[in-house]
Nanobody, 117 residues
Framework: QVQPVESGGGLVQAGGSVRLSCAASGRTFSSAGVGWFRQAPGNEREFVALIRSDGSLQYNEDAAKGRFAISRDNAKNTVYLEMSDLKAGDTATYYC??????????WGQGTQVTVSS
């Protein structure tokens, strides 16, 4: 299983937007479910969003509150997480994972999103 690689994080002003990317090689990417978790300091990883291989979506509405959107571009082997109207509570390390058809899960190293006021 190829480890995905996240990118796009950084220091963002409150109320702003970011687009995180999760990329992985391999032709099996399109058949994998891809999701995002986040982890703030001292906390467990919190589910954020999931896009399945069939394109169906799932969000943690408590976290997203209508502000997040997950999408995928299988031609680029990339999944995006767009987050708008960022709050201080969105500050976390965001991790992407891939779940293959046979149930193997691979995690990326994470990308830091820091929301400043």
């Amino acid at each position: 299983q190829v480890q995905p690689v996240e990118s796009g994080g950084g220091l963002v002003q409150a109320g702003g937007s970011v687009r995180l990317s999760c990329a992985a090689s391999g032709r099996t990417f399109s058949s994998a479910g891809v999701g995002w978790f986040r982890q703030a300091p001292g906390n467990e990883r919190e589910f954020v969003a999931l896009i399945r291989s069939d394109g169906s979506l799932q969000y943690n509405e408590d976290a997203a509150k209508g502000r997040f959107a997950i999408s995928r571009d299988n031609a680029k082997n990339t999944v995006y997480l767009e987050m708008s109207d960022l709050k201080a509570g969105d500050t976390a390390t965001y991790y992407c994972y891939l779940r293959s058809e046979d149930g193997v899960t691979s995690w990326g190293q994470g990308t830091q999103v820091t929301v400043s006021s």
